[in-house]
């Protein structure tokens, strides 16, 4: 396989793919806490990356809140910057080829996986070009 670039990083809704989406590539949860109402059984995984979502306190601060957005993005962002081994366990898997990142928000706008995206595309593309 090739690594992926991205445009090989996908989000997917755990409650979607309970519904019948099917995600492309390797499946990484990306939640700190399972994906309530969802049973481990009915959410097939590559991964769970638990260490790649936010702290239990930026998520608490951030509340879904879409009007702290921006902030928490900048926050996020500055502890993805911080946690080398949960990027760098994201990346691996991102390295291998296509994968989707599994979040269990309700707000596809507004979600952590988004940010995260974001990063681990800008950290291939920086690879890339070295």
């Known amino acids: 396989m090739t690594a992926a670039s991205a445009k090989d990083i996908h989000l997917c809704r755990a409650h979607d793919i309970r519904a019948g989406v099917r995600p492309i590539g390797a499946r990484l949860l990306v939640d700190r806490l399972w994906p309530r109402g969802i049973a481990r059984a009915d959410l097939p995984l590559d991964a769970w990356l638990k260490d790649a979502a936010p702290s239990p306190g930026l998520r608490v601060w951030y509340g879904h809140d879409p009007a702290k957005w921006a902030e928490f993005g900048i926050r996020y962002r500055a502890e993805l910057r911080e946690n080398s081994d949960a990027v760098e366990s994201a990346l691996a898997w991102c390295r291998k080829g296509p994968v989707s990142l599994i979040y269990a928000g309700k707000d596809t706008l507004h979600t952590h996986a988004l940010v995260?995206?974001?990063?681990?595309?800008?950290t291939l593309a920086k690879e890339k070009a070295q």
């Open 116 to 122: 995260l995206r974001d990063h681990l595309a800008a």
